[in-house]
C-alpha cells in the first residue's frame, strides 16, 4: 500500500495567519492526490484534487503544489470557518490510502 | 445538487453483521460515476473501505480481509454496505461518497454523506 504522512499532526494558528500543510508519499503517485477538510458533524469536503486544482466552490485562499513525492496545502489569511482538520488521500493505487490527518485550532 | 444520506443500525453485536445504506438524492446511481464507502475508527484517521461502479463493479480494501460486500440498488437509487465477522475494530462513523473523475481523468470524492456511527459492542 501507498503510505501518505503528514505534517504537522497538530497546528495551532490565528485568523489572518498563513499555514501550510504537507503529506509525503512513499512512492510516486503522479498527480493523483486529494485534500479534504473534515469537521465534526459535517460532510466531508473536497478542497483539491489533482494535486492542484481547486475543487469548484473552494475559496481562493486554499492552494495545493506538488514537487516529486511531496505535497503541500497552503491556506491563506485564514478564517475562523477553517478551524478543522485536513486529509490528503491518494487516488493512484488501490488501496486508496489517506494521511494520519493535520488538525488546525485556534491559538 | 446531489446529496448522499447514511443510514442503518449504530450498534452491532460482535461477529455480527454491519448493514448500511447511502440514499441518492440529487442525481441518479446509475450516472457513470463510482460510489465509495470510507470509515473513520475514533482517534484515528480516514481509511478507504471500497467502491461500486454504475455497472457494478466492485474493488475493496484488503486490510477487511474479504469481509465487506459493497451492492447497489438502482431503482430505489441507494448502495448498500455490509461487513461480516465484525469486532470492536469497526466500530467507526462510516461515510458514503460519490467518486467522480474530471476530463483529464483524475478522481476525487467530491460529495460525501455526514456519516453514520457504528458501535460493537454486545
Known amino acids: 500500500d501507498i503510505q501518505l504522512t503528514q505534517s504537522p499532526s497538530f497546528l495551532s494558528a490565528s485568523v489572518g495567519d498563513r499555514v501550510i500543510i504537507t503529506c509525503r508519499a512513499s512512492q510516486g503517485i503522479s498527480s493523483y492526490l486529494a485534500w479534504y477538510q473534515l469537521q465534526p458533524g459535517r460532510a466531508p469536503k473536497l478542497l483539491i484534487y489533482a494535486a492542484s486544482t481547486l475543487h469548484s466552490g473552494v475559496p481562493s485562499r486554499f492552494s495545493g503544489s506538488k514537487s516529486g513525492t511531496e505535497f503541500t496545502l497552503t491556506i491563506t489569511s485564514l478564517r475562523p470557518e477553517d478551524f478543522a482538520t485536513y486529509y490528503c488521500q491518494q487516488l493512484n493505487s488501490y488501496p486508496y490510502t489517506f494521511g494520519q490527518g493535520t488538525k488546525l485550532e485556534i491559538k | 445538487q446531489v446529496q448522499l444520506r447514511e443510514s442503518g443500525p449504530g450498534l452491532v453485536k460482535p461477529s455480527g453483521t454491519l448493514s448500511l445504506m447511502c440514499v441518492v438524492s440529487g442525481g441518479s446511481i446509475s450516472d457513470n460515476i463510482w460510489w465509495s464507502w470510507v470509515r473513520q475508527a475514533p482517534g484515528k484517521g480516514l481509511e478507504w473501505i471500497g467502491e461500486?461502479?454504475?455497472?457494478?463493479?466492485?474493488n475493496y480494501n484488503p486490510s477487511l480481509k474479504s469481509r465487506a460486500t459493497i451492492s447497489m440498488d438502482k431503482p430505489k437509487n441507494h448502495f448498500a454496505l455490509k461487513i461480516s465477522s465484525v469486532t470492536a475494530a469497526d466500530t467507526a462513523v462510516y461515510y458514503c461518497?460519490?467518486?467522480?473523475?474530471?476530463?483529464?481523468?483524475?478522481?476525487?470524492?467530491?460529495?460525501w454523506g455526514k456519516g453514520t456511527t457504528v458501535i460493537v459492542s454486545s
Open positions: 461500486i461502479s454504475f455497472g457494478g463493479h466492485t
Open positions: 461518497a460519490r467518486f467522480d473523475y474530471d476530463s483529464s481523468n483524475f478522481s476525487y470524492m467530491d460529495v
